[in-house]
């Protein structure tokens, strides 16, 4: 009898462990019924300065508007190159394993910069993450996903300031 519970107790330990301490599943998500946003606010500067932006992306297009303080300064369209898209899922679908560590930034953190990512599966929010870039940041597994997205537009005319 003894045995047995001592059998039983390791048995339940390893397969304790092994739940707890599995990576979290990859998003499965349908990739013409998606949509991805992604989202980057500035850091508190002056308005000539300001540049945050959203972009909204599908199967089809990804859209820009870039700001400064809720003013729309710039608006585009781009189509979505099916390889492009074939990447951003591929992202989408890894952002549970590579957001995993991400923590709460600490109180007090003001000023910084600041990244979200929402990921719907026909209008059904599927994933979402945003991440507080105050002093340097976990940031790059949000802007990583964002990298082919921004690649569709001219970035450095997109967020020019002083206008």
Sequence with gaps: MRRRITIFAITAVSVGLTVGCSAPAPLEVD?????????????????????SYVIKASNTEATITVDSYGDVLRQ???AMPAETWTRVMDLV???????????????????????????????????????????????????????????????????????
């Excluded at 990739?31 to 540049?51: G, I, L, M, N, W």
């Excluded at 719907?120 to 790059?140: D, K, L, V």
């Design 31 to 51: 990739p013409a019924k998606t949509s991805v946003e992604y989202t980057f606010r500035d850091s508190s500067v002056p308005p000539q300065y300001h540049r």
């Design 76 to 78: 585009e369209t781009a």
């Design 93 to 163: 679908r890894s952002l549970p394993e590579r957001t995993k560590d991400i923590k709460t930034p600490k109180p007090g953190c003001a000023g910084g910069t600041a990244s979200k990512i929402l990921v719907r599966e026909s209008e059904q929010e599927r994933y979402s993450q945003r991440i507080e870039n105050c002093g340097g940041g976990p940031g790059a597994p949000l802007t990583d996903t964002a990298v082919p997205l921004t690649a569709l537009f001219d970035m450095n005319d997109l967020l020019k300031t002083g206008m």
